[in-house]
């Protein structure tokens, strides 16, 4: 797997993870829009770009999403799943349906899912595991609310979180997991990059006495106000692979721009 660097935070970096650029479409572009939305992406996405690039719409686009941005290197993410596969469970949507809609990935434990929905540790982790028997790449969300921040617990609830991620069963299926400082999110306030590498490298620690192989290959996204402006100095953080982009992500050419950021510098 790669060279592998030490960090400043002893973590372990793999030149191999290929930097993922996820755009988190929310309860926006629903219908055509998120197929125009869609098609405005792949069309402003430079083929060959470094970054995977991953877009996720509400359920009711989903398919037709998946059908826009067919034959072009643009994966498909649900935004939550539940985790059975079917049931009476009258507004939920389950794996396997995201992936008759052509989702092959799956946004779960996303901090507005927790904090507005309830979600808690034990229901991201059945969410996991579920998403991962039916072979979507989960993408799972962590991060700390201002009060824990100020508290100086924000490594004890990222790391507590991330704990029942890992305890899932994903029968080999790939994680990605995504650091998003609850503070930082639709508010304009982005993590400094010193502020998200710290975190990012705590994870990948805590990644690697887990297990060496899945930290190494693990992506760690940020996400919290990523824009144009401030991605490319967040991507450059040797633990940062990614990110998870709300507000920019419904506009194409800022989404572009963010994803042309991953290009070496
Ligand atoms: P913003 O980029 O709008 O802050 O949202 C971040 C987010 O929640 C992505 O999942």
Redo the contacts with the bound molecule.
Sequence with gaps: MGVRASTRAGALVSPGRRPLIAG?W?MYRGGAAGCELADAVRRAVAPGARAEVVVAPPFTALAAVAETVRGATIGVAGQSLHPGTEGAFTGEVSGPMLVECGATWV?VG???RRQLFGETDANVQAKVAAAAACELVPIA?VGETLAEREAGRTLEVVSRQLAAILAADRAGVSLVV?Y?PVW????GRVAGPDQAEEVHAALRVQLERHDPALAAATRILY????KPENAAGLLACPNVDGA??????LDAAAFAAIVAAAEPG
């Design positions: 988190n929310k946004i996303h901090s507005e969300c995504a998003e930082a999110i639709g508010t996400g919290g106000s990523v998870l982009v709300g507000g920019a992500s």
